[in-house]
Every structure is written in structure tokens, then in C-alpha cells.
């Protein structure tokens, strides 16, 4: 089956630098790659998302980028707020399976004044 | 929409006690998945289901643990007899179809003493 594996696991940053975060995966036929972001004493939320089909995707000051061949995926905050800070999750999704994800343990951000 | 509501969002309980926890999904959504967050293991897939059908049972760890889904609008998660080893966060999400995003709950802080 899939396997996510995600590092490191704790990043501190100082506010306005920036964070990557990054991502293996296992099974070549994985198609769908998100990143969730939780905040202490919530549920994870989607921040961004990409599909096997593209190689980079940008929002504001969230990018991910893909790399089919070698497997990996990651994802890059410029400009860090405090308020990025918690812990990050990757997942993908095995193409044809019936939707479940498989996460990686998490990352989690801090952000320093 | 209020999106995945859990409860309780927090449940201390005994040892050797019977424990449910309730999900109600986000209002015409297809699937529905419960995840466990363990520091040591991450968020971990138990089960999953489609049009209240459960999918793939293969990460409930044993046989104490059980899932229904009686309808469309409402899931439960139960462990008998409980162990403080269960003692996690549990999370329920849903999906509207297999490609899309999967919302989650705000989880269920479960404490077996």
C-alpha cells in the first residue's frame, strides 16, 4: 500500500522567512496530493492541493510543487505570519482507490515574532 | 452549511467502558471517513464509508472497535471494551465524491483512564 513519509517533523522560522516542507511517497500510481494545515484543538483544513497531472501550484504565499520521477512533493510558505504557525499535513491518494488518503506524521511550524 | 459536526469533543472514560463517538457529515457528501491522531502514529484511517456502505474496515485495530452508518446524515464510532491505550483524537470527514476535498471534523478527544 501507500506510504507517506513527511520532514522534518518540528521547523521553527523567523516571521517574513520561509518554510518548506516536504513529502515522499511510495506508490507511483498516487494522483492527488494535499496539504492540510491544524491549528491546536481543530480538525485538519485543506490549504492547497495538486494533482499528478501538473508540477506546481500557487496560492498567495502557499506554492506545492510535484515531482512525479522522483516521487516527492513539497510545500513552500514565503513571507511567514505567526499565524502560520501549526502542524502541517501531506497526503496522497492512490489513483482508482475509493477516495482514502494516507498522511504523513505531520510537521509542525513555528513561527517566531 | 455548520460542515462535519462530531460529538462529544471531549469524553473521559474508564477502562473496560463503552465509548461512542457520533459524526454528522457535511449535507450531501458520499463519503465518510474515521481517523485517529496519535502523537506516535499520526492520523491513521480506520475505516470509510460510501452511500453509508462501509468500504474498507482494514484499519480498525481490533475487534473492539466497530462503525455504523445507519444513514446518510449520521456515523458512530464505538470501542467495547475500551483501553486507555484507545486514548487519541478521533476525527470524522467527509467527502462529496472520491476525487474531491475531505473535510474534517473537529475531532473527539478521547481519555481512557
Known amino acids: 500500500g501507500e506510504n507517506v513519509e513527511q520532514h522534518p517533523s518540528t521547523l521553527s522560522v523567523q516571521e517574513g522567512d520561509s518554510a518548506v516542507i516536504k513529502c515522499t511517497y511510495s506508490?507511483?500510481?498516487?494522483?492527488?496530493f494535499p496539504w492540510y494545515k491544524q491549528e491546536l484543538g481543530k480538525g485538519p483544513q485543506l490549504i492547497i492541493d495538486?494533482?499528478?497531472?501538473?508540477g506546481e501550484k500557487k496560492d498567495q504565499r502557499i506554492a506545492v510543487t510535484l515531482n512525479k520521477t522522483a516521487k516527492h512533493f513539497s510545500l513552500h510558505i514565503t513571507e511567514t505570519q505567526p499565524e502560520d504557525s501549526a502542524v502541517y499535513f501531506c497526503?496522497?491518494?492512490?489513483?482508482?482507490?475509493?477516495?482514502?488518503?494516507?498522511f504523513g506524521k505531520g510537521t509542525k511550524l513555528s513561527v517566531k515574532p | 452549511d455548520a460542515g462535519v459536526i462530531q460529538s462529544p469533543r471531549h469524553e473521559v472514560t474508564e477502562m473496560g467502558q463503552e465509548v461512542t463517538l457520533r459524526c454528522k457529515p457535511i449535507?450531501?457528501?458520499?463519503?465518510l471517513f474515521w481517523y485517529r491522531q496519535t502523537m506516535m502514529r499520526g492520523l491513521e484511517l480506520l475505516i470509510y464509508?460510501?452511500?453509508?456502505?462501509?468500504?474498507?474496515d482494514s484499519g480498525m485495530p481490533e475487534d473492539r472497535f466497530s462503525a455504523k452508518m445507519p444513514n446518510a446524515s449520521f456515523s458512530t464510532l464505538k470501542i467495547q471494551p475500551s483501553e486507555p491505550r484507545d486514548s487519541a483524537v478521533y476525527f470524522c470527514?467527509?467527502?462529496?465524491?472520491?476525487?474531491?476535498?475531505?473535510?474534517f471534523g473537529q475531532g473527539t478527544r478521547l481519555t481512557v483512564v
Open positions: 495538486i494533482r499528478s497531472n501538473v
Open positions: 497526503a496522497a491518494r492512490v489513483r482508482g482507490s475509493q477516495g482514502n488518503l494516507i
Open positions: 449535507s450531501g457528501h458520499d463519503y
Open positions: 506508490d507511483s500510481a498516487s494522483n492527488y
Open positions: 464509508f460510501n452511500n453509508n456502505v462501509p468500504i474498507d
Open positions: 470527514a467527509s467527502s462529496a465524491n472520491r476525487g474531491s476535498e475531505a473535510f
